[in-house]
């Protein structure tokens, strides 16, 4: 991987108000993933690449990243990130709605990495049980929303998003196929462990 490129990456988004993952939920991140060399990964939204392309590091011999991307011209500019940062043989982007692409993939992932429309994490969070194998790591990113989750904010504006995400967080609490918890960190990190693996329909 090219660092010094990843750096102009992550200060041109900064630049741009591009929304990418924070410092201290990367080293989080990092924690998880570098205990044992990772063969995929799956991440929903992609933005510019970033968060991939650091995720990279952490990829197995042939490992590799799926990632998924609506935006076209994020798309474009993540193509050419990951270029940059000479990853690309590593991460593979999926153009398109995640509600659409995430039902036609069949893969198992190691890990699971959700960061991308709020008002879908329920549907997310069901796909990404459904491609993970006991021992996967799901992650979801800005969770706690600002503050408003775990507050009683309840306006108009962003309620959608909000309700859903407290959905996020009731389903992997209750579910006993997994161990949960939420960290206050960046704008909130859940993270579950796939501890067993339902093979119901």
């Given at each position: ?150 507050s009683d904010y309840n306006k108009h504006k962003q309620r959608t ?41």
């Amino acid at each position: 991987m090219n660092k010094e490129e990843l750096i102009k990456i992550k200060q041109k988004a900064l630049d741009e108000h591009i929304p990418i993952i924070m410092d201290d939920t990367l080293e989080v991140l990092a924690e998880i993933l570098k205990k044992e060399r990772l063969s995929r990964i799956l991440e929903i939204g992609t933005a510019v690449g970033y968060s991939a392309i650091c995720f990279s590091e952490y990829l197995g011999h042939e490992g590799r990243i799926d990632t998924i991307e609506r935006d076209p011209d994020r798309v474009k500019e993540a193509r050419e990130n990951i270029k940059k940062a000479e990853v690309e043989d590593k991460i593979c982007i999926y153009e398109g709605d995640a509600v659409e692409i995430l039902p036609t993939l069949d893969n198992e992932y190691d890990v699971i990495f959700i960061d991308a429309a709020k008002g879908k994490y329920p549907f997310f969070l069901s796909e990404a049980i459904r491609l993970s194998h006991e021992d996967s790591i799901i992650i979801a990113d800005n969770i706690l929303y600002k503050g408003y989750v775990m507050s009683d904010y309840n306006k108009h504006k962003q309620r959608t998003a909000v309700n859903n995400l407290r959905e996020y967080i009731a389903e992997i609490n209750n579910n006993p196929n997994l161990e949960s918890k939420v960290l206050e960190i960046g704008d909130g990190l859940a993270i579950s462990k796939v501890i067993k693996k339902s093979h119901e329909i």
